[in-house]
């Protein structure tokens, strides 16, 4: 398993480093990343099996990378503070171990984190085994949502941008109405066609034929303003704002 480590003091590599040794020889550790810059850095040039971050590195919080880089993996939080417990798990955050880190809590993180990735490569293999049966890989194009009728059926073409807020997901679309639906952000960027759409940031996915312009924002953000709802405050990180300037213009 290839872990990431994402922490800005070298002593407690090493210590952590010496404990997933400990626990099993197949575990390769890359970092330490010390700071949110290099973080971006390591994320953007491989794929990893895992990360083990500190939540606060030298110039920032960890969270800023990863606002910065699409993360597909699970992560483990480590820290010696605990009021960042509830935002950790909106990064794809498993555990939060509170440091010094115990190593009978690192294990039982870790094989939750094995067992979750087989779960997601056994959904991986049952997806590639349909693409080669149908020959063409299948987006999703509708949404069955409810009403105090029953349910109905939601194109994806009609929506204009998904929210997420206070683990609640929630098409707006382009008519102005908006609904709940069942699925998470990160299950719904995985199967919209990203072609029509982009993961702005954590909680925002927007369609591109609702994307009316791009403001500049504080720090080289970019505000995306969308049709139909002047008030939507969906920022893009500096480091983000390439891929939507791409994705836009392609």
Known sequence: MKILVLEDERPNFLRLQ??????????????????VASAVTYLSEAVYDLIIADVR???GLVFDAFDGCRVSCAVIF???????AIRAFDYNGICYLLKPIVTEELAA?????????????????DRLHSLVAGGNLQYRRRFLVSDKDGYFVVGSDAVSHIVSDDGVTR??????????????????ERQL???????????????????ERLNTWFNRKMKVVI?????????????????LKRWLDF
């Open 227 to 243: 049709a139909g709802y002047p008030d939507a405050e969906i920022i893009v990180s500096k480091e983000k704002t390439t891929a």
């Open 171 to 188: 098409l707006y679309l382009k008519d102005c109405r908006t609904f709940a639906v069942d699925q998470s952000l990160d299950t719904l």
């Open 57 to 59: 590195l030298a110039d």
């Open 18 to 35: 010496k404990q997933l040794q400990s626990l099993s020889a197949d575990y390769e550790t890359v970092g330490p990343a010390e700071t």
């Open 78 to 84: 480590t820290t010696a503070y605990n009021e960042y």
């Open 109 to 125: 993180a870790l094989r939750k984190a094995v067992d979750m990735r087989a779960g997601c490569m056994r959904e991986d293999l």
């Open 193 to 211: 066609d990203p072609a029509a759409f982009f993961r702005a940031n954590r909680r925002h996915i927007v369609h591109i034929a609702s994307v």
